[in-house]
Structure formats: structure tokens, C-alpha cells
């Protein structure tokens, strides 16, 4: 090779290209073929960076398909059935939509989201995805929330779902039933498996999923198979930092059983996902950068031609070098357009395209469109080993919607088609409505026995049976579990624990269990040590794929950090959002995998409702089973840690979400009746709830359970210790939750001895039970006014106690109040309304104002407002008791 000169001209520089570009030929054909050359490039390289020289960091690859037309397999299926079935498919969602909101305006609906994703489902269909039928492990599937009208339509020609379903998209409250907007399995248990709509959660959900999967084989719950799990999510979608905050988890655990489908429409909502630079570019990068197997699947067959007669690689360039905003007016322009401004840019593209009219070069397909093109890339992906695979599939959005919206910026939002939009429509996919009935959209399904029916139906037989669809187990868990708990009701006997420890006792138990301590799954996002679990990662070891590559730096005592490949934690790291979604990934293993696993997710508890809240509401709608522990709860009782860390807020939050049981239980027996008899609910009796208990670091004595206490317990509240001086003439009931609970005994007995105030003790499991409860009541009441109105199990405790009422948590003062109405008389709240601080327990409770003292203070108050006492009592017991009158009111400072 001659000497390369500074500034030389073009000529010279070309045919040095070209000498470089003949010597790696000659090592692929005389040498040692691709391994060989990779060797020489690799060793160039790094020869190169020896002599100091730095090569651009490039992360993505050309602007072309990944899988070369030399390399595609051949199509399997009839492509021209395959077509009649997606015109047909397409129609009907688009009909879906239109008729809603010709019944009913601004019901909404999407129709560009599925017009775009057509093919990119119906490849999936008709040769991939597996069903759950006999013989077959089916596939897991989270689909694109907005492309939802697309799988209804679908499921009705399949049969699967009615004409009268289908007629009430989005009217769900119709006679003869509806379709949700979006997947919900909440609304359509027999159909949807995962919730997906808000957007970010199907991705990270999917991720675990896979993960958990790869885990039930390496513990041997589950047989090792072919299963895969598909996420078909937007390109827009994946600026939600959800859907690629997991992705280098899916690498490094080497999950090839995951296949991400992105369609790549360049669009989301408002206009272009990047008008200012390629979405595909980006997410190539991000997840080859990953440790991903990327495949972009960008230009359709029409350009295989061009692309092979390109042998300088100009088209290539030229296609690299256009914003997606750019491709997005390519899409809404003409042939002419696009020979001027994009072909137009080289004479030598222009010569490449000589040979199609203005109209070809409109048409010119691009991948995410061209079945060949996707089942090549799916192919690929299936049998792709040692990594997940995304496939970034190049789409118009809104694509067959002509004028109505196709690639255009309103497309998202279009939902209204005008006669000629629909005859256009209608003639683009050869669907046989007449121009009489064309206006009115109709549903259109073939006879039975039309050869497009039979192939689909045929398809979806050799696959295993239809898709989506849930199939919960009937399998349940019915073992007694009265041994587990028995030892938790008799109480420590002067021993301090906290309920954290007590909790993690129950689950080393658990784990023990012959029966079910293989399907319990506990989940910790790098909080085990706070919560005085390590025991456990020796007991039964931290789940890794890989098993354990290193010698722990502990491994010479007794309790080191084992991992293993049978591990049944999960010790997930710092994600409270990746936890969350193994803890869906379990609980709803009863539906998906036919398993009955219990998760059991500890975290701190500030970092759940408040963090994650949208995925906890997801997992409701997924009708997901298991027991969520809000670890260091309550907003005084974590000492030090201060406002960003001390929760009072979570039982607040967890109210809104219908099916989540929460509890603030106070003592071992309290967590014992609760959790044996949520496994009981959830794993026994089939319900769709899953629980939220917060357990406190807090050690304190744990008396033994009263007698017939259990059902008040489960119910939110039961009286724990009546008075001594039940004949006191000043009364009052005190009611304690959680960590609180010990200061309203506390100030039981200053009330008894300093102020002749009989006070009963309650405590009160859950406020949001009884709350419920009360209004189920009250509004049952209100709909039977003839009939003997039922009493809320609030009232029925407390409708003949004597005296005043006085609440306290480490919670908002909203709890109690949300159970005020039902009570005899108006109830005084204490709680922990406003921003944490950093200091020790008893401080806080001064400044929260939730200690024994105030709770006597406020007991006292509330008497001499009832007239019982003079205003100078309660001041003098301010005084004696040490209260400062004048203090900042916390839930302001
Ligand atoms: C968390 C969340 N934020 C916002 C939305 C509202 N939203 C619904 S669809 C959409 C645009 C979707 O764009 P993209 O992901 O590219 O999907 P496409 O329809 O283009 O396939 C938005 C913003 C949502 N559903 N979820
Ligand atoms: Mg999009």
C-alpha cells in the first residue's frame, strides 16, 4: 500500500478505498472466510487505538434491513389468503371505531395505531404466536394498548368475540356486554392477560416475565420450552423511561425467549417521535449497546432491487441521512415529491429509480408492511440463542387511511371517516360493501366455510389455539396452614420484636414448608439487610441464571451471599419498578402459567405506592395475587432517615386501588391471622385481591391475641384491652394502628390513673376495610329503602361505646376521617399529615403530635368540648405532660 498524502484528491482517495475494500474480499474468498476477516478488522482496530489514533464511536449500522433478501427464508403461508384475512381484520377495527363514535361522540378509539402494526400481528398470528392449547406451551403476549381494536377485530372473525361485543366497543355497560378500550384483564378475564396501555409498564412487565419464565425452569416448576414472550410497543412508547430502564437486565440474564416487536411509525401523539432524527437510529444503539440482537426491518421488498444494484452503497448513505420528519412528508407526498427531493439529492439515486413511474416510487413498500419481509425478521428472532431480540420495524402510520390520516400529524386522534374516506378504504382492501351501505361502516365477516376463514382457523389450530386468552388454574392451594401460624398468636413474652422481623420468621417458615414453601416467591430490591433477611440468601439462596461465579467475599461464614441457579429470591437490585414487575410476573402465574406462586415483595415502604403506584394499579387490573410489604413504614416509627424515607402516606395511597387489601398491623398475631387468611382468599377461594401490609423496625413487646379477636382483625378492627374503670364517669375509646398502637395503650393508662378517664383500646387494623365496608352498607341502604338497613362493622363495634373518640396512626389524619361518619359520635384524628425530619422516635412523635401525651391531650379536648371537663384540665395537662401549645403545626413545617 503506497504512502497516503495529506489533502489528496479524490481520485487517489477512491482507489485507495477500493484496495482496502479488494484485500477484505480476497480474505472472505480465498482465506479464512467471515472469521478470518472479522480477526483482521478486529486486529486493525486495535492496532489503530495502539497508535493512539481514536476511531468515531458508531453504535448503530446503516439505515438498511438487518437480514439481507440473500438471507430471508422463504414465506411459509399463502400470502394472498394472509392479505384477504388482514383487509378483513383491518375493516373491522376500523369499523369498530368509526360506529362507536357515530353512536356516541368522543367515545374515542384509535385506528392508526393498528392500521400501522397490521402486519407486524397478523405475521404474529398466522405462524408464531403459540397458544395455551392441549400440547402446547403458549407464548406470552403483551400488545400494544392502542392497537386493541385490531385484536377485537380479529377475535371476531375468529368467532371469539360477538357482533353485539363488538358493536359496544368501548361501550362496556351495554345489554349483551362490550370492549374495553384497552387491555384489561379486570374487564375481560377470560381474554386479556396483561394490562398495556399506559405506556412503558407492558415493556418492563415483559422483561420479567421472561425472566421469572427462565426462572420457573431453572427451579423446575416449569418445563423448559419454546415459549416466548412478545412486547409489541410504539416507538413513542419507548421515551417512557419504564420501557428501556430494564433492558440491560434482559442481556445480561441472556433471555432469548424475549422478542420486543418496536413499530417504528416515526409518530406518536402529537407528530413525530424524532422529527430532528432517526427513532430507529437511537433505539438500534440503545439496545446493541445493551447487549441486544437488534434486527431492523426498515425497506420492504420493492427496494431489495435497488439496494442490489447499489453497489456503492449510495442509496444506503442517502437513506441514513433523512430525519424521520422528513420521512414522515415522504409519506404524505407524491412520487414526483420523493424522486425530487430524496432520490433527487445524487444523478446517480435518480438513475437507480429511472425505471418507476412516479406512482411505483410512491408505492414502495417499507418493511414493517411487507409480510415476507416480517416473517423473515421473526424467524430470525425466534430462533435467535444467547440474547433477546428486538425487532424495529419501519411503519406509516395510520397506513390504508389514504386522505382520512395516513402519516399525517392527526392521525393518533382520527377517528371519524367521511363516506369517500370510507369507500377509499373499503377499495384499497377489496372489501365487498356496497356504496349503499358503505356510509354506515358494517361489520363484514365471510361465510364459515370461505377458504379465508378455514385458513385462519386452520392456522390458529396447528398454534395451539386462539390468542390472547387467559386460562386461570383450577388448581388451589388448600393446605392447612393453621401450623405456620399457630406459634405467632401466643405473643414474645416480654421479648421485643418488630413486625419486620416477625414477618421475615413467617417467611423462613413459609419456605420450609413442604407444600407450599416451593411456590413462595420473595422479592427485595437490595433491601434484605434492612429488613434482617440475609438469613435467608443461605437458607434458599438468590436466583441467578448463571448460578455463582465467584467466591463470596463472606463465604467463609455462615450466612453468605449465595447465589444459584435453583436461588428463590429475588434480590432485584435497586428497582422498585423491576421488582414490582416479577411481583406481577408471580402473582399472576396462576393465569399464565397455571402455577399458584405467592410473591411476597418487601421494599421501603416510601418507595411504593408513592414510586410505583401505576404499576401496583396494573397489577390490580391484572388480577394479580400476592402480598406487598411496605417495609419501615409509618412516618415516626423510622427514626433518622427523614423526609424523603419516613412514610405516612401509603395507606392512603394503596385505598384507591379496589381489589388491594391493606393493614397496618401492630403486633405478630395481627400479621399472623392476616396472612394465612390472604392465602387462603387469594390461593384457596380464587379471589382477585392482593394485600398491602406495612410492617415497622420498630421493637416492641408482642402481647399474645385475645380471645375472638381474629375476625375483627381481618374486619379492620377489634377491641384490645377494655378499661380497667369501666364505671369512670369520663369515657372514651382510643383507637391505635400499627406502630401507634403502643402509645394509645400508653395513654390508656395515664387517662386511668392521672385523669379517672375510662378509655378502651381498638385497634384498628385497617381503616380502608372499614371504610368499605361502610359504604358498601350505606350505599346497599340506600338502594333497599324498605328492607332493615345493615349496619357498617364500624358501627356495629362501636354503636353503644361510651364516651369520646380518639384516633391516632403514623398515618394522614385522612384514615380515621374516612370512617368519622359512621360512629356515634364525631371522632378526634391524630396523624402525620406533612414532611418527615430526620431524628429519633420519640422527637417525632412530639412533633407529629401522635404520642401517648397527645393522644390523652386530645382525649381530654374532646371531653371538654363534649362539656364533660373544664377548659383548665386540659390546659394544666398540657402543661404537666410537657406539650409547647405554641409548636409549628407539623403538617405545614
Ligand atoms: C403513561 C402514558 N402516557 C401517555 C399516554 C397517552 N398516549 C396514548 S397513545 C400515545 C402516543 C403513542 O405513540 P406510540 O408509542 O408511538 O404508538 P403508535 O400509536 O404510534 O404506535 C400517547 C401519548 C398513555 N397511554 N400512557
Ligand atoms: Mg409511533
Not at 580 to 607: R, V
Request: proline share 5%.
Amino acid at each position: 500500500m503506497r504512502n497516503i498524502a495529506v489533502n489528496q484528491d479524490p481520485a487517489v482517495e477512491a482507489l485507495e478505498t477500493r484496495e482496502w475494500q479488494d484485500s477484505l474480499a480476497y480474505v472472505l474468498q480465498q482465506g479464512g472466510g467471515v472469521r478470518r476477516a472479522a480477526d483482521l478488522l478486529r486486529q486493525l482496530e486495535f492496532h489503530a487505538r495502539q497508535t493512539g489514533f481514536r476511531l468515531p464511536f458508531t453504535a448503530s449500522t446503516p439505515y438498511v434491513n438487518t437480514i439481507p433478501a440473500s438471507q430471508q427464508p422463504a414465506f411459509p403461508g399463502n400470502q394472498a389468503i394472509e392479505r384477504r384475512i388482514k383487509s378483513l381484520v383491518r375493516w373491522n377495527a376500523l369499523s369498530m371505531v368509526v360506529r362507536a363514535n357515530k353512536l356516541s361522540d368522543g367515545i374515542g378509539g384509535h385506528i392508526s395505531t393498528f392500521a400501522s402494526a397490521a402486519t407486524l400481528y397478523e405475521i404474529g398470528f398466522n405462524h408464531f404466536f403459540k397458544g395455551k392449547g392441549a400440547g402446547h406451551d403458549g407464548d406470552v403476549i403483551f400488545f400494544q394498548g392502542h392497537a386493541a381494536p385490531g385484536i377485537y377485530s380479529r377475535a371476531f372473525l375468529e368467532g371469539r368475540i360477538s357482533l353485539k361485543q363488538i358493536e359496544n366497543f368501548r361501550r362496556e355497560l351495554q345489554d349483551g356486554g362490550g370492549l374495553s378500550s384497552y387491555p384489561h384483564p379486570w374487564l375481560m378475564p377470560d381474554f386479556w392477560e396483561y394490562p398495556t396501555v399506559s405506556m412503558g409498564l407492558g415493556p418492563i412487565m415483559s422483561i420479567y416475565q421472561a425472566r421469572f419464565m427462565r426462572h420457573l425452569e431453572d427451579r423446575g416448576l416449569m418445563p423448559a420450552g419454546q415459549r416466548k414472550v412478545w412486547a409489541f410497543l410504539g416507538d413513542g412508547e419507548t421515551d417512557e423511561p419504564e420501557s428501556l430502564g430494564a433492558i440491560t437486565l434482559a442481556a445480561r440474564e441472556k433471555l432469548d425467549n424475549l422478542i420486543f416487536v418496536i413499530n417504528c411509525n416515526l409518530q406518536r401523539l402529537d407528530g413525530p417521535v424524532r422529527g430532528n432524527g432517526q427513532i430507529i437510529q437511537e433505539l438500534e444503539a440503545a439496545f446493541r449497546g445493551a447487549g441486544w440482537n437488534v434486527i431492523k426491518n426498515i425497506w420492504g421488498s420493492d427496494w431489495d432491487p435497488l439496494f442490489e444494484r447499489d453497489t456503492e452503497g449510495l442509496l444506503a448513505q442517502r437513506l441514513g441521512e433523512i430525519v424521520d420528519g422528513q420521512y414522515q412528508k415522504y409519506s404524505v407526498e407524491s412520487g414526483a415529491y420523493i424522486r425530487e427531493h430524496l432520490f433527487g439529492a445524487d444523478p446517480r439515486l435518480l438513475e437507480l429509480v429511472k425505471h418507476l413511474s412516479d406512482d411505483e416510487i410512491r408505492k414502495l413498500r417499507l418493511g414493517g408492511h411487507d409480510p415476507v419481509k416480517v416473517y423473515a425478521a421473526y424467524a430470525s428472532a425466534v430462533a435467535h440463542k444467547g440474547q433477546p431480540t428486538v425487532i424495529l420495524a419501519r411503519t406509516v402510520k395510520g397506513y390504508g387511511l389514504g386522505e382520512a390520516g395516513e402519516g399525517k400529524n392527526i392521525t393518533h386522534q382520527q377517528k371519524k371517516l367521511n363516506e369517500d374516506e370510507l369507500k377509499a378504504f373499503r377499495e384499497r382492501f377489496a372489501i365487498e360493501i356496497t356504496d349503499e351501505q358503505v356510509h354506515k361502516s358494517p361489520f363484514f365477516r365471510p361465510a364459515d366455510d370461505a377458504p379465508e376463514m378455514q385458513y385462519l382457523h386452520s392456522r390458529r389450530k396447528a398454534l395451539g389455539g386462539y390468542v390472547p386468552s387467559r386460562k386461570p388454574t383450577t388448581d388451589t392451594v388448600s393446605k392447612n396452614l393453621e401450623p405456620i401460624f399457630e406459634e405467632f398468636y401466643g405473643g414474645t413474652e416480654g421479648r421485643k420484636a418488630s413486625t419486620t422481623m416477625v414477618f421475615v420468621k413467617m417467611l423462613a417458615k413459609m419456605l420450609r414448608d413442604p407444600d407450599i414453601g416451593k411456590l413462595v416467591v420473595p422479592i427485595v430490591p437490595d433491601e434484605a439487610r434492612t429488613f434482617g433477611m440475609e438469613a435467608l440468601f443461605r437458607q434458599v439462596g438468590i436466583y441467578s441464571h448463571a448460578g455463582q461465579l465467584y467466591e463470596p467475599v463472606d463465604s467463609d461464614t455462615l450466612l453468605y451471599y449465595k447465589e444459584a441457579r435453583d436461588g428463590q429470591i429475588f434480590e432485584e437490585g435497586i428497582t422498585e419498578a423491576g421488582s414490582m414487575s416479577t411481583f406481577i410476573a408471580a402473582g399472576t402465574a396462576y393465569a399464565t402459567h397455571g402455577l399458584n406462586t405467592i410473591p411476597f415483595f418487601i421494599y421501603y415502604s416510601m418507595f411504593g405506592f408513592q414510586r410505583i403506584g401505576d404499576l401496583i394499579w396494573a397489577a390490580g387490573d391484572a388480577r394479580c395475587r400476592g402480598f406487598l410489604l411496605g417495609g419501615t413504614a409509618g412516618r415516626t416509627t423510622l427514626a433518622g432517615e427523614g423526609l424523603q424515607h419516613q412514610d405516612g402516606n401509603s395507606h392512603v395511597l394503596s385505598l384507591p386501588v379496589p381489589n388491594c387489601v391493606s393493614y397496618d398491623p401492630a403486633f405478630a398475631f395481627e400479621m399472623a391471622v392476616i396472612i394465612q387468611d390472604g392465602i387462603r382468599r387469594m390461593y384457596g377461594n380464587g379471589e382477585s385481591i392482593f394485600y398491602y401490609l406495612t410492617v415497622m423496625n420498630e421493637p416492641v413487646e408482642m402481647p399474645a391475641m385475645p380471645d375472638g379477636a381474629r375476625e375483627g382483625i381481618l374486619k379492620g378492627m377489634y377491641k384490645l384491652k377494655a378499661t380497667s374503670k369501666p364505671k369512670a364517669k369520663l369515657r372514651a375509646q382510643v383507637f391505635g394502628s400499627g406502630s401507634i398502637l403502643p402509645e394509645a395503650v400508653q395513654a390508656q393508662q395515664i387517662l386511668e390513673e392521672k385523669y379517672d378517664v375510662g378509655a378502651d383500646v381498638w385497634s384498628v387494623t385497617s381503616y380502608g376495610e372499614l371504610y368499605r365496608d361502610g359504604h358498601a352498607a350505606e350505599r346497599w341502604n340506600m338502594l333497599h329503602p324498605a328492607e332493615t338497613p345493615k349496619v357498617p362493622y364500624v358501627t356495629q363495634c362501636l354503636a353503644d361505646a361510651p364516651g369520646v373518640f380518639v384516633a391516632a396512626s403514623d398515618y394522614l389524619k385522612a384514615l380515621p376521617d374516612a370512617i368519622d361518619r359512621w360512629l356515634p359520635r364525631k371522632l378526634v384524628s391524630l396523624g402525620t399529615d406533612g414532611f418527615g425530619r430526620s431524628e429519633a422516635r420519640a422527637d417525632l412523635r412530639n412533633h407529629f403530635e401522635v404520642d401517648a401525651r397527645f393522644i390523652v391531650v386530645a382525649t381530654l379536648s374532646a371531653l371538654m368540648r363534649d362539656g364533660k371537663l373544664e377548659a383548665k384540665v386540659v390546659q394544666k395537662a398540657i402543661a404537666d405532660l410537657g406539650i409547647n401549645a405554641e409548636k409549628a403545626n407539623p403538617a405545614t413545617a
